[in-house]
T-cell receptor, first 113, second 117 residues
Framework: RKEVEQDPGPFNVPEGATVAFNCTYS??????FFWYRQDCRKEPKLLMSVYSSGNEDGRFTAQLNRASQYISLLIRDSKLSDSATYLC??????????????FGKGTKLSVIP | EAGVAQSPRYKIIEKRQSVAFWCNPISGHATLYWYQQILGQGPKLLIQFQNNGVVDDSQLPKDRFSAERLKGVDSTLKIQPAKLEDSAVYLC???????????????FGPGTRLTVT
């Protein structure tokens, strides 16, 4: 089983649609989780951290299910500017507070006018 | 605030040649990372520095890859000799420190796109 697994997509959705991405991870000891966004031929940028209780940032909602070892990202009211690859990231660091990020392959989203 | 700087942006070499990449992190960031991103995949951590010390190099192919951060600021990553499968984007990232919320947010440079022919 791969460490961090995502559906590569592409997800082609119309503007205004709601879209959800899931990600599964294999290391049950993983302590922290993130979603990064990567535009075509650009560097990854942190979109949001994922907290145990779930968290929301504007149109974006992230949730964590530790029992099932999956993370989700929900995007409401999709904009053309949301078109990008979304990378699920898991902290595999072994020490308290240490960070060794393991990236998934990413899910490609295309928002269509 | 200036971001993470990397050079060169592009490099084309033949297999068995050597190549070096340079990274200057955000001022004040103690932790520096080198990642390899092959087309269609997520970034893969190669090595992680805290100041000028190596925290984790478990995924660095040490027979051909080396990295240093001598003064705890900028860093170089070298490949010698290069293989065809080394063709990738090499990303440098930095974070304020290793742990805590500040350690979670890594700022990436634009990367160096390496093509090995």
């Amino acid at each position: 089983r791969k460490e961090v697994e995502q559906d590569p997509g592409p997800f082609n959705v119309p503007e205004g649609a709601t879209v959800a991405f899931n990600c599964t991870y294999s290391n049950s000891a993983s302590q922290s989780f993130f979603w990064y966004r990567q535009d075509c031929r650009k560097e990854p940028k942190l979109l949001m951290s994922v907290y145990s209780s779930g968290n929301e940032d504007g149109r974006f909602t992230a949730q964590l299910n530790r029992a099932s070892q999956y993370i989700s990202l929900l995007i409401r009211d999709s904009k053309l500017s949301d078109s990008a690859t979304y990378l699920c990231v898991v902290n595999a660091g072994s020490g308290a507070g240490s960070y060794q990020l393991t990236f998934g392959k990413g899910t490609k989203l295309s928002v269509i006018p | 605030e200036a971001g993470v700087a990397q050079s060169p942006r592009y490099k084309i070499i033949e297999k068995r040649q050597s190549v070096a990449f340079w990274c200057n992190p955000i001022s004040g960031h103690a932790t520096l990372y080198w990642y390899q991103q092959i087309l269609g995949q997520g970034p893969k951590l190669l090595i992680q520095f805290q100041n000028n010390g190596v925290v984790d190099d478990s995924q660095l192919p040490k027979d051909r890859f080396s990295a240093e951060r001598l003064k705890g600021v900028d860093s170089t990553l070298k490949i010698q000799p290069a293989k065809l499968e080394d063709s990738a984007v090499y990303l440098c990232a930095s974070s304020l420190r290793l742990g805590g919320l500040a350690g979670a947010e890594q700022y990436f440079g634009p990367g160096t796109r390496l093509t090995v022919t």
